[in-house]
């Protein structure tokens, strides 16, 4: 079959217009690369399934499991609602006011109750089975501190308190360059003044650096990794049931940090952006099943059922 030669160069002329500006972009060139979004010697997280939900959970934020009834609760940042997922669905079956609205954002369960805390570090607790939350507590912590997660570390009895912002307490030197993780005794019902995880930045950019070493990366994708590695700020965190790890995600950056149970960094892996517009919560099942909420920023949220492979 011949072709005019005229629809031929019309033809290139168009096929090069497309694939221009795909030259010029940071996606294309990691592409030709083929450096790893996950900088450790395991593979990558697996989305398994994905849960669209209802546009009230737009600004969904923490996120834990209810094991004895196969669901999940999640919250939202502005009302005191408790939203019971299905897990097989991705559906609300159930909701659950548990009083004042505020600004929520972490949440785990403990048994069989429930604790919620706002940015500002203040801690509610709720029963299941009761209408209202049953107490409530001050903590050190302020909004300055900016906390965004909550997770229960069993082995410990110890609610930890993920900080987004200043990693130090109010009338403590401030600290630059770093995050922290506080801690609250479920027995004592006390707070704990020194973090008991700090994660600086330099400690990020030096295991990035160790790990690839001998990979072979451009310039410039090394430097957007790095930026990436600056902007860690914790909005959730979960501790795996089996084996004590703590995994702490950050929505600016989109990265995920794996510690183990000696508080060792052990795995960074950079999500994919275009997936993870604003990975807020995070938790387990008891089998180890991993889910993460994603906030909808004006479109609808979204909850990933994820298999981890390290």
């Known amino acids: ?103 929520f954002e972490g949440i785990e369960l403990v048994g069989n109750r429930v604790f919620i805390t706002e940015h500002t570090g203040d801690l509610h607790s709720y029963k299941l089975g009761k209408d209202k939350a049953g107490k409530d507590w001050k903590t050190p912590l302020s909004a300055s501190n900016d906390v965004e997660g909550l997770a229960y570390d069993a082995e410990r009895d110890l609610l930890l308190f993920a900080c987004k912002g200043e990693p130090a307490l109010k009338g403590k030197k401030k600290r630059k360059k770093e995050r922290a993780v506080y801690a609250w005794s479920v027995k004592d019902k006390e707070f704990i003044e020194e973090p008991v995880m700090q994660i600086l930045d330099l400690d990020l950019l030096d295991f990035f650096e160790r790990s690839t070493a001998a990979t072979n990366m451009y310039p410039h994708t090394r430097k957007a990794y790095r930026a990436r590695l600056k902007k860690f700020a914790p909005s959730g965190i979960a501790i795996h049931p089996s084996d004590g790890r703590t995994f702490l995600i950050s929505s600016q950056g989109k990265l995920l940090l794996v510690y183990n149970s000696y508080g060792a960094l052990e795995h960074i892996e950079f999500l994919h952006e275009g997936q993870y517009s604003q990975p807020e919560g995070i938790c387990f099942s008891p089998e180890g099943a991993l889910y993460i909420s994603n906030e909808g920023r004006g479109l609808l949220a979204e909850i990933f059922h994820c298999k981890l492979t390290y």
Do not use: H
């Not at 168009?14 to 690369?33: K, Q």
């Open 1 to 103: 079959m011949k072709i005019n030669n005229k629809r031929r160069s019309g033809f290139i002329l168009a096929v090069m217009l497309l694939l221009v500006p795909l030259f010029f972009s940071f996606s294309f060139w990691s592409f030709l690369d083929a450096s790893p979004t996950s900088i450790s010697t395991q593979t990558n997280l697996c989305i398994e399934e994905v849960f669209y939900l209802e546009k009230e959970l737009r600004e969904i934020s923490g996120l834990t499991y209810y094991a004895e009834e196969n669901q999940l609760l999640a919250i939202n940042d502005e009302k005191a609602l408790l939203y019971f997922i299905d897990v097989e669905t991705g559906k609300v079956v159930q909701k659950r006011d548990f009083g004042k609205n505020a600004d």
